[in-house]
């Protein structure tokens, strides 16, 4: 072998390893950058659910500003404001993501919703008719079901609340929303129907509860529901069937689940016992 072939092959070996090297550390580089990519994208679903509110949505307005070209980073800043309850902010973060040219059709109604937590009912309308009919999901109709209620198109908003119902396994929310509108609305029968169907599906949703005995008792039926509830809650419940007995005209039986209010609960019921005392033309001290 000549020393000219040798140099020749020792150099061809040496440049052999150094691309060896050079592949080693670029496999290693992308590898590094994948599992960054999934770190990211795990620590950002951790931000949206499990974090603290606050906490959410400092972690994305700090990433947002470093990566400004992001979308998904503003998306995870205006969900982290609603769960900041931040309503205000969250429209003006929505607007930028709405406007950027990457919006989807959820962003719309995302979008929508956060103008109907702040107040913006008309915007919240008009962003939502640009959503195409094509586009059917919970969140959607029970964004417009709201919107048909604050209109007083009943039949709309029936329909949407009836939809809206179908598209979720957790209805309670919606069907509790819907027999709210016709509470206000004088069906108390329908009111009742709704109220506890979604019980049904959520026996800890107290609101519905609430708005049950509300419902019954504005057919004068003042005796409390078949539900589930604590002693804590049958108390509560008891103070509110009193109070619109009382409202109705039948101060006697409302003086009397007051007692029975007063007496049914764990501890001081402070305001059961502030109105049974009015109403007996006492101090309410």
């Known amino acids: 072998m000549t020393l000219g072939f ?39 679903d951790i931000m949206l659910t499990v974090a603290d509110p606050e906490e959410a949505v400092a972690y994305f307005q700090r990433a947002a500003a470093e990566q400004p070209d992001r979308i998904d980073l503003k998306r ?4 982290s404001l609603i769960r900041a309850n931040r309503a205000t902010e969250a429209t003006l973060v ?11 059709d959820q962003d719309r109604v995302d979008y929508a919703d956060a103008l109907i937590r702040n107040g913006d009912w008309d915007e919240a309308e008009a962003v939502l008719d640009v959503v195409p009919p ?51 609305r004088g069906d108390f029968e329908g009111a009742e129907r709704l109220f506890t169907e979604a019980i049904t599906y959520n026996p800890d949703l107290f609101t519905s509860k609430n708005n049950l005995v509300l419902a019954r008792a504005s057919q004068g039926n003042y005796t409390l ?39 049914t609960h764990p501890q001081h019921f402070d305001a059961a016992v502030r109105a049974l005392r009015t109403l007996d033309g006492q101090s309410p001290a």
């Open 6 to 44: 040798r140099i020749a092959l020792a150099f061809g070996a040496a440049a052999a390893l150094a691309g060896c090297e050079t592949n080693e550390r670029a496999d290693v580089d992308r590898a590094l950058g994948s599992l960054n990519v999934v770190d990211e994208s795990n620590m950002n």
């Open 76 to 79: 995870g800043l205006a969900h």
């Open 94 to 104: 929505w607007e930028q993501v709405v406007n950027s040219g990457q919006a989807t």
């Open 134 to 184: 094509t586009f059917e999901t919970y969140e959607r109709y029970r964004l417009e079901a709201m919107i048909a209620d604050a209109n007083q198109e009943w039949s709309r908003a029936d329909s949407f609340y009836e939809t809206a119902a179908g598209l979720t396994t957790t209805p309670a929310g919606v069907l509790n929303n819907w027999g709210f509108s016709k509470l206000t």
């Open 225 to 263: 529901p078949l539900v589930p509830m604590t002693q804590v809650e049958r108390a509560e419940l008891l103070h509110t069937a009193a109070l619109a007995a009382i409202r109705r005209g039948d101060v006697d039986i409302g003086r009397g689940l007051l007692s029975e209010a007063i007496d």
